[in-house]
């Protein structure tokens, strides 16, 4: 099954060892991503139980809860840093 990248389409591999290399390989790795950070509602995907107050109750953007696969590359910079591109 072939998979792109939602947000620059690039072609995706899960080739083991090979994720975040700095290698065209390592960029375009599949990863699962929420659209929306959990911890914008106050989840933690790692502290399940803790249950502190997000920025929001509601998704601003309808995506709450919603994941798709991005590459590496556009999960790093985009969703993680997107005042870097603004
Ligand atoms: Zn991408």
Redesign the pocket.
Known sequence: MEER??????LLHRTAGKYARPTPEGS?HATKHHYVAERFFGRSSNRKSTKHSGISEICPWGHERETAV??Y??HEKLLHNPGNYA
């Open positions: 990248c939602t947000i620059c389409n690039c375009s991005f590459c590359e556009c």
